[in-house]
């Protein structure tokens, strides 16, 4: 079974539709993250949660919203989608930072591929 | 100035040959450097990390850092088919910051 799953895997939608994209994990980590991935950009943060009740805005939060429901799952929100939302969105995870040093291995998701007409 | 930066490629060579992925980094306080392995249509994957400067060998593949520089290096012997994927360098603490990861081909 895989260790962090997103649904949908693919979702094709309409400008001004609101979309929530879903990830759960079984790996028991406390951190987890959501990233949008364009060709050319690479891989750029959006939100990261380190406990149900710490939620953080990245670089590119804009437009979209987060909910932890639990350790275990961390949903993204897209209010009012719009054409330049259409990306490839990774949901990863890691455990707390080594003791005495900042190690953080992050787990990912297969990825949902979300295009907006 | 981007905190990682790294050529997309693509860098096609082939079967045998010698790769070698470059990034070059902004952020002299930077300690763990990774690189994570991307297949099409997958999320990447850990592949090694290095802890400040140094180099790390795991069988095919070397991964190193020059902090002087802030080039960080992945090295890949006797490439096959199978390792065609993009190839992500990543550092940071809390938050990881990613390259825009380069596409390598690999041809029989």
């Known amino acids: 079974d895989a260790d962090v799953t997103q649904t949908p895997r693919n979702r094709i939608t309409k400008t001004g539709k609101r979309i929530m994209l879903e990830c759960s994990q079984t790996?028991?980590?406390?951190?987890m993250y959501w990233y949008r991935q364009d060709p050319g950009l690479g891989l750029r943060l959006i939100y990261y949660s380190f406990d149900v009740k710490d939620i953080n805005k990245g670089e590119i939060s804009d437009g979209y919203s987060v909910s932890r429901q639990a350790q275990a799952k961390f949903s993204l929100s897209l209010e009012s989608a719009i054409p330049n939302q259409t990306a490839l969105y990774f949901c990863a995870t890691s455990d707390f930072e080594v003791a005495g040093g900042t190690f953080n291995e992050q787990f990912f998701g297969p990825g949902t591929r979300l295009t907006v007409l | 100035q981007k905190e990682v930066e790294q050529d997309p490629g693509p860098l096609s060579v082939p079967e045998g040959a010698i790769v070698s992925l470059n990034c070059t980094y902004s952020?002299?306080?930077?300690?763990?450097f990774m690189w994570y392995r991307q297949y099409s249509r997958k999320g990447p994957e850990l592949l090694m990390y290095?802890?400040?400067?140094g180099n790390k060998e795991d069988g095919r593949f070397t991964a190193q850092v020059d902090k002087s520089s802030k080039y960080i290096s992945l090295f890949i012997r006797d490439s096959q088919p199978s390792d065609s994927a993009t190839y992500l360098c990543a550092t940071g603490f809390q938050k990881l910051v990613f390259g825009t990861g380069t596409r390598l081909l690999v041809s029989p």
């Open positions: 790996k028991g980590h406390d951190r």
């Open positions: 952020n002299s306080a930077f300690q763990y």
């Open positions: 290095t802890y400040s400067s």
